[in-house]
């Protein structure tokens, strides 16, 4: 009886064994199936980006300047990436990648090196367009940078050295950022991804999962975790338009010098205000649009058309939706008194 129970025990252990490596082995072939789909995953992300790069990358080139009679060769001195957007050598880049140089010259991704003009500049958006005397060059496709969004595919390219290009990858993680330009103006709309921008990477294109340009590369946060930012391929095709009919690009202005400060909230409510800040103006530039309209120092800018003003950031911001010569109503506050002036936007 008891060898028969002793054999019972070991015939239910040996059951049991059994069952666990049943068990490891259902284990093993889930991990499997899990690393296998992970691979796949990375292998078609990986396949998105490689592909964007194969397309994309003989259109981005490499910016070199000579600053002082130097060779620069860092992106702080102003070298950095371009990328073509005409067959007949126009190419996009960041204003201060050819700000206050003496020559600049482009080193294309087939080890060619040719001496580059530069067309216009725009440091309002850090901007700049520069040309190659040549012609059948690959061109980059430029997107739309309108419906763009927060968690969407974005990769930056560069080519600081000329030969091989840098590519780091990532997503948009926010939109309609506003951006201070080195001369201090707004920039507005601009791109946040959390994409690496490696050195001489400025002035390269943003691109999509489409191989379609949707930005230039401009800034990055130094103090600050995987933040950077790239202009709105929108804003660079009317900056170029600009700067290769005219040169430059042509701003409304009203030529005033303006301060912002407080008000009471009975005034806030008084006046119909949307904020507790006014714009007055502190000083006016001879014959200019504001000095022809009448417009006087002291004078307390309410509303430009049908929009409250309560910075000059928002100033700036309803000129620009309008091109110069066109007439703005401005309603204001003067000696207690509200007035409203017609005022023709002069051009910069």
């Not at 620069?72 to 990648?97: C, E, K, M």
């Not at 990477?201 to 790239?230: C, D, E």
């Amino acid at each position: 009886m008891e060898s028969e129970l002793t054999g019972g025990r070991s015939g239910l252990l040996r059951l049991v064994s059994d069952d666990a490596e049943v068990s490891e082995v259902r284990t093993d072939q889930k991990q499997n199936q899990t690393a296998d789909k992970d691979v796949e995953l990375l292998d078609a992300y990986s396949r998105a980006v490689t592909s964007v790069v194969d397309r994309i990358e003989p259109a981005v080139v490499a910016i070199n300047i000579r600053r002082n009679e130097q060779i620069s060769s860092s992106d702080s001195d102003g070298a950095g990436s371009g990328v073509i957007i005409t067959p007949d050598g126009f190419i996009l880049t960041n204003n201060h990648v050819v700000e206050n140089v003496s020559r600049v010259t482009v080193t294309l991704t087939d080890g060619r090196t040719l001496q580059s003009e530069i067309m216009g500049t725009d440091p309002a958006t850090d901007l700049a367009v520069i040309r190659v005397s040549t012609s059948s060059l690959p061109i980059a496709e430029l997107g739309n940078s309108e419906g763009l969004r927060v968690g969407q595919l974005a990769i930056a390219i560069g080519n600081p050295l000329g030969f091989q290009s840098t590519v780091s990858a990532g997503v948009i993680s926010a939109l309609g950022r506003s951006l201070r330009s080195r001369s201090g103006r707004l920039i507005e709309n601009v791109i946040q991804t959390d994409v690496a921008l490696n050195p001489g990477n400025s002035g390269g294109p943003l691109v999509n999962s489409r191989a379609q340009v949707i930005g230039i590369n401009t800034a990055m946060i130094f103090m600050a975790q995987g933040i950077s930012f790239a202009i709105p391929i929108n804003t660079a095709k009317w900056v170029v338009g600009e700067l290769v009919r005219h040169g430059r690009v042509r701003r409304a202005y009203l030529g005033i010098s303006a301060m912002v400060r407080p008000v009471t909230r009975h005034q806030q409510s008084q006046l119909g205000l949307g904020a507790p800040t006014v714009v007055q103006v502190i000083g006016i530039e001879e014959n200019g649009p504001a000095h022809r309209a009448g417009i006087k120092e002291g004078d307390i800018f309410i509303s430009l058309g049908d929009e409250k003003i309560s910075t000059i950031d928002e100033i700036h911001q309803l000129i620009a939706k309008h091109p110069p010569g066109t007439p703005v109503y401005i309603k204001l506050l003067r000696r207690g008194m509200l007035r409203e002036l017609k005022i023709v936007l002069g051009e910069m």
